[in-house]
């Protein structure tokens, strides 16, 4: 039985993190933070793990 919210493999917090990416293509990570009132390192831990499982990527931008 999946554990997730709303029967997906997300949890709330990777859910409202991917809704936001979805909902503001090219949002940064610290707009991030901001739009959804989390912490940095939290936001960076979710951003690591959504990654590893490929459902998101960094993308760099004016280097």
Request: charged residues 25%.
């Amino acid at each position: 039985m999946n554990k997730g919210y709303l029967g997906t493999n997300f949890s709330w917090p990777e859910s409202r993190v991917l809704f936001e990416i979805y909902t503001n293509q090219g949002i940064n990570a610290t707009e991030l933070c901001e739009h959804l009132n989390m912490d940095k390192s939290y936001v960076s831990r979710i951003l690591a793990k959504l990654e590893k499982k490929v459902y998101s990527e960094k993308t760099c931008f004016g280097e």
